[in-house]
């Protein structure tokens, strides 16, 4: 069991997002930790590669070590930062993973701007690390930006950069290369209706919009009876039980409805 | 509600006008004032049919497409991705920002206002 973990973290989470050379007295007046329970976590990441303690005069100075170890640091603090977000940003972020998965080129997404720091925003943005993310790969996920776009009514900025570490803090790391694609029952049938509400969204206007329709409805009821506990035995069941609940009219209440039910089940 | 709607094409015309006199001199701002001459032009028909005017841009997009069709969303998705290229640099690179793409777009921005214009004139 590591010893002084509570300002450790407090002091790793400081000098690792902050990046810059210190005091222990500033660290101190920062993490707001105890005197001794702080030097002993200093004096401990000191000696374990964690940190870099600099003699300066009468003073030490305290400044990070970035590797993939203290890096694994900052992952764990984002993943905790995710999912403490508005679900709405969750919703998005992970249906937008969902078609980044399996994507070679792509090392690394962040999320940041508006969407992180203000209640209220116009527009999410995320930036694409790797190698070769050209105009050709980035125009390849147009259609995925489309969808997300015009089920949820969020605008979407893809951003692209370089894999490096200063571009790794830019915000919060929320896919990585070597993340599994863990898509459960309720999730394939999201997907599906995602991809059925899509189509009737392009449609409105065409025969097809009615079958596009349905199908999303369907789709989405089973998300709904499974989410439920319910195993509906027809398709039938399955709306049945979900027009119980929703009352939908139109396309843009079942946009709603979707997002709402999307909101809970990407939580 | 009359007075709006004809405000808003005549700004729609200025932008336009901005936008051919800086295309040579400056892409940036006239992919700028391209966005806003268009989103103008719409505007004022959704005015002119009194309808409210969405104040998120995904929103008026799509109110576009239901009133007007695909086309206009689609211009819009493309004049936005390039404004937000002129205006904050390697972003939204699903279009090319250049000369020839901010001709082309402005022909079809222009001819789809003209468009409109009529609509309004037909439809009064």
Redesign the interface.
């Known amino acids: 069991m590591i010893k002084y973990q509570k300002s450790m973290m407090k002091i790793m989470e400081n000098v690792l997002f902050q990046r810059q050379e210190k005091s222990i007295e500033k660290i101190i007046q920062e993490t707001k930790t105890g005197r001794n329970s702080a030097f002993s976590a200093i004096n401990w990441l000191g000696k374990n590669g964690m940190i870099k303690v600099k003699k300066n005069g009468n003073q030490n100075l305290i400044s990070p070590v970035i590797d993939n170890y203290t890096l694994n640091f900052k992952y764990y603090l984002d993943s905790f930062a995710f999912k403490s977000l508005d679900s709405f940003v969750k919703l998005i972020s992970q249906v937008f993973i969902s078609g980044i998965t399996g994507k070679t080129k792509v090392k690394s997404v962040i999320l940041f701007g508006s969407a992180l720091k203000e209640k209220k925003f116009n527009d999410i943005d995320f930036l694409l690390l790797g190698k070769g993310l050209d105009t050709n790969f980035i125009k390849s996920l147009s259609d995925l930006r489309e969808k997300i776009e015009r089920v949820f009514g969020i605008i979407i900025n893809i951003h692209q950069a370089e894999l490096n570490i200063e571009n790794i803090f830019t915000g919060i790391v929320i896919y990585q290369s070597s993340y599994f694609e863990i898509k459960d029952k309720i999730k394939f049938q999201y997907f599906e209706f995602l991809d059925w509400i899509f189509e009737a969204v392009k449609n409105q206007s065409s025969e097809d919009f009615q079958i596009a329709f349905n199908n999303s409805v369907l789709n989405l009821s089973y998300v709904y009876c499974y989410m439920n506990n319910f195993n509906p035995e027809t398709k039938s069941e399955a709306v049945g039980f979900f027009r119980n609940k929703y009352k939908i009219n139109n396309l843009n209440e079942l946009k709603t409805i979707g997002g709402e039910i999307g909101k809970e089940l990407f939580k | 509600m009359e007075k709006n709607y004809l405000n808003e094409m005549k700004i729609a015309e200025e932008f336009f006008d901005a936008v051919r006199k800086n295309i040579n001199s400056s892409g940036r701002t006239s992919t700028n004032r391209l966005y806003f001459a268009f989103e103008k032009a719409v505007i004022s028909y959704i005015y002119f049919k009194k309808r409210d005017v969405p104040k998120?841009?995904?929103?008026l997009w799509?109110l576009s497409?239901?009133l007007l069709g695909?086309e206009y969303y689609s211009l819009f998705?493309v004049l936005?991705d390039l404004r937000?290229q002129a205006d904050y640099g390697?972003?939204?690179?699903?279009a090319?920002l250049n000369i020839k793409n901010i001709q082309e777009n402005l022909n079809k921005a222009e001819s789809l206002a003209k468009e409109l214009k009529l609509r309004m004139k037909d439809e009064k």
């Open positions: 998120n841009h995904q929103k799509e497409s239901e695909k998705r936005y937000m390697n972003i939204s690179i699903f090319d």
